[in-house]
């Protein structure tokens, strides 16, 4: 055989293994991520619903219908990235694709101002809010790397509560959005998170929060 052949063939190899192996990872981060969420939602109440999104490699929903204070209802949505084929996982992962976590909230009490924040990868407020509403938010003063945006009437407790959140929950935080339409809250953020922080932790810093502001 010649040189082509012989780097068809080790090509050949080479993606199979990582497929099998790639696939292996996936199943294990899955499965892992699944029980993160599972001990941290045991805080927020103790009737959680679950399914796989497909398998235990792709990601999972797992949902809390009826929470405790300070939130009506919780859902939580993780998705992995796509690793099996490399090819296909190069060009992704490159483009930015990556293990997320999406949090979304209904809360008991309704928060009186918009809050949106952007993390390091969403700095821009052009990627925050619609370019024909940037003129009704107003900055506020943020955790280094973060981007606070206020709609409305100032509420210093939830502020102080958000700027408290950010400072524990790290870049990991994409893009949050608070306000008055429900689901009330919505949490985009990076898994990578989960590998250095107890759930426990992150839900209850959350919640704390959420249940700072008085009535």
């Known amino acids: 055989m010649n040189l082509g052949q012989w780097f068809v063939i080790g090509l050949s190899a080479l993606l ?26 045991e805080q927020v109440g103790d009737k959680i619903e679950g399914q796989w999104l497909g398998s235990s490699g792709t990601g999972a929903k797992l949902a809390i219908p009826r929470a405790e204070k300070p939130f009506r209802k919780l859902q939580t949505i993780y998705v992995l990235e796509t690793r099996e ?24 009490k309704i928060p009186k101002a918009k809050l949106v924040v952007g993390g ?13 509403q940037k003129q009704a938010f107003e900055n506020l003063p ?31 935080i994409e893009r949050i959005s608070l306000g008055a339409k429900s689901p009330h809250l919505e949490i985009n953020m990076l898994l990578n998170y989960l590998e250095t922080t107890p759930p426990v932790l ?14």
């Open 120 to 132: 390091k990868n969403q700095r821009k407020n052009t990627e925050l809010v619609p370019e024909n």
């Open 85 to 108: 084929i490399l090819p296909y996982w190069i060009l992704t992962h490159l483009s930015g694709k990556r293990d997320k976590l999406t949090i979304t909230a209904t809360l008991r």
């Open 202 to 215: 992150f839900f209850s810093s959350l919640s704390s929060w959420l249940d700072g502001p008085s009535e």
């Open 142 to 172: 943020a955790p280094e790397g973060f981007v606070i945006l206020r709609q409305g009437s100032a509420d210093p407790d939830y502020e102080q509560g958000l700027r408290e959140f950010l400072d524990q929950a790290g870049e990991s």
């Open 16 to 41: 199979v293994v990582w497929y099998f192996g790639a696939s292996m990872f996936n199943r294990r981060r899955g499965m892992a991520t699944y029980q993160w969420l599972r001990r941290g939602l």
